[in-house]
């Protein structure tokens, strides 16, 4: 997988280099928010790989019929696009949008599987450099109190495939008593339970079930073997190298407080039947146990050179989990990608609910402007330098800027049946629809009654508010109802947690 990373990241380093001229300044000088390091980077790989595609798409079948459809559809999703964008930013250009929200769609995709190849290329390294096999053929040990080592080792016998053998390498022990204590572990017996899958305790030639504690019973049960190398006391049968059937005797010792108690159970074992790989992988675990046994009390263990006759060579399997992490990064990056096509339509719904919200106060302004004596059109351009003058630089309303373009459209010589059409086609709501109509129609056929009519829009508007904003304080108290359930559950977790405990004791 190393190599696997850095073939990607020589790829990428193909990319700014070949990207390295392409010119991102208007992006730069447009672009809002935050800027991360070596953003412009990928900005000009994002520009370097849309100009590619373009081109590829154009050298790709040019008078096919697929590829007339798949440009049919890819111009129809910009402009689907763009104006969705136009709506958001109406004082920018649609084009110039459309082009700067592929390059952020490009360039964080590719910011994120640049960033997501590295993380799995340290982590593939520090898997590889952070093994336990030394060169010299050696483990270290853990010292006392600090558990085994469990590894995956591959043995490697000459004239044969390799083995992958999981292994135990235990840590270093202080006396014999305390292998004597390591080694006798609890379990529990009833003669009706040890057999396991044995049909008798005269003939086993499989694994024991040698219980530690009998349910309803107050004891721990230890048990002794007369030969562990054929049954353990963790019940394990190894009976491999087995010839002839033997006899083992069990030892039960039941124990409660300072009483204890003895049974004695004779076992038959009987041979058990290996195949070729089965025997192979034995006499590598016998090996391996011999050398563990004459190292004990070393600090390091010495691998066999040789199992029986042939040689070994032997290799740690690696657990490299990077590849995982990989294909999560790349998702990611396909999400990421994607997302950026649901942050435009979540932007769509914020600026639809504040235009909602900001109309009654819109109505309301033109209502008090017209009733001083001015005009629809003063009354609009008057509001449009308003809000210039307290207009801040990160913060800005959908309507006003809406209100700044129609002046514009008014100042460049539109009719203004046409720039209040328009006020009312790029707001796409039922309330600025019907204001557009109404001013257009005041204009069209005249009207005396126009102020009264204006007073009854923004009376009716201010209802609608009340409305929204009941409705908007509804869904917040539901929005809340997860988090304060989150709560209370952790509340009677702390109550009733110590009121069990206090209980129990």
Not at 47 to 56: I, P, Q
Not at 97 to 111: D, E, G, P, T, W
Not at 136 to 152: A, K, Q, T, W
Not at 213 to 227: A, N, Q, R, T
Request: charged share 25%; with cysteine; hydrophobic share 40%.
């Amino acid at each position: 997988m190393i190599y696997i990373y850095l073939f990607i990241l020589l790829l990428f380093l193909l990319l700014f280099v070949l990207s390295g001229k392409e010119d991102v300044s208007a992006y730069m000088a447009q672009a809002s928010g935050q800027s991360y390091p070596g953003e412009k980077f990928f900005l000009k790989a994002a520009v370097w790989c849309l100009r590619m595609k373009e081109m590829f798409s154009a050298k790709l079948g040019r008078n096919e019929r697929q590829h007339k459809e798949f440009l049919y559809k890819e111009q129809l999703n910009k402009s689907r696009l763009g104006k969705k964008l136009k709506l958001l930013n109406p004082e920018l250009s649609e084009k110039q949008q459309v082009k700067n929200f592929y390059l952020k769609q490009y360039s964080i995709a590719l910011l994120v599987l640049f960033v997501g190849n590295l993380l799995s290329l340290c982590v593939a390294v520090s898997s590889h450099t952070g093994g336990l096999l030394k060169e010299d053929g050696y483990i270290n040990r853990n010292s006392y109190g600090e558990g085994n080592i469990d590894l995956v080792l591959s043995a490697q016998i000459e004239g044969r495939e390799a083995e992958e053998i999981f292994y135990t390498v235990e840590e270093q022990k202080i006396t014999e008593a305390e292998i004597i204590i390591l080694y006798k572990e609890a379990s529990e017996l009833l003669p009706s339970l040890i057999l396991g899958e044995n049909s008798s305790l005269d003939a086993v030639t499989k694994n024991l079930n040698l219980v530690s504690v009998i349910d309803g019973y107050p004891f721990k049960i230890l048990w002794e073997s007369s030969s562990y190398s054929l049954i353990h006391t963790d019940g394990s049968v190894q009976n491999e190298e087995l010839i002839n059937p033997e006899i083992v005797t069990l030892k039960a010792c039941f124990k409660y407080d300072e009483s204890e108690f003895e049974d004695v159970f004779p076992v038959q074992i009987y041979p058990a039947e290996l195949t070729d790989r089965e025997l192979l992988i034995k006499n590598i675990k016998d090996a391996l146990e011999e050398q563990n046994q004459l190292s004990r009390s070393d600090d390091a263990m010495i691998l066999p050179k040789k199992i029986g006759m042939e040689n070994v060579t032997w290799k740690e399997v690696i657990q490299d989990s990077s590849g995982y992490l990989f294909l999560l990064i790349c998702i990611a990056s396909v999400v990421v990608f994607i997302s950026q096509n649901k942050e435009v339509e979540e932007n769509l719904k914020k600026r639809n609910k504040e235009l909602l919200l900001d109309y009654p106060e819109m109505v309301n302004k033109l209502t008090l402007y017209m009733g001083a004596g001015m005009t629809i059109r003063n009354a609009f351009i008057k509001m449009g330098e308003d809000y210039k003058k307290q207009k801040t630089s990160n913060k800005k309303r959908y309507v006003y800027e809406e209100i700044l373009l129609l002046c514009h459209e008014l100042q460049s010589g539109i009719s203004e049946m046409e720039v209040y059409t328009h006020l009312g086609k790029r707001c796409s709501l039922q309330q600025y629809m019907k204001l557009s109509a109404l001013l257009s129609q005041n204009i069209r056929k005249g009207s005396n009654n126009l102020l009264n009519m204006m007073r009854q829009e923004a009376a009716n508007a201010f209802e609608e508010r009340k409305n929204t904003a009941k409705k908007l304080g509804e869904e917040a108290g539901t929005k809340l109802l997860i988090p304060m359930m989150m709560m209370l559950c952790i509340v009677m977790v702390i109550i009733m947690i110590p009121a069990y405990f206090s209980f129990s004791a």
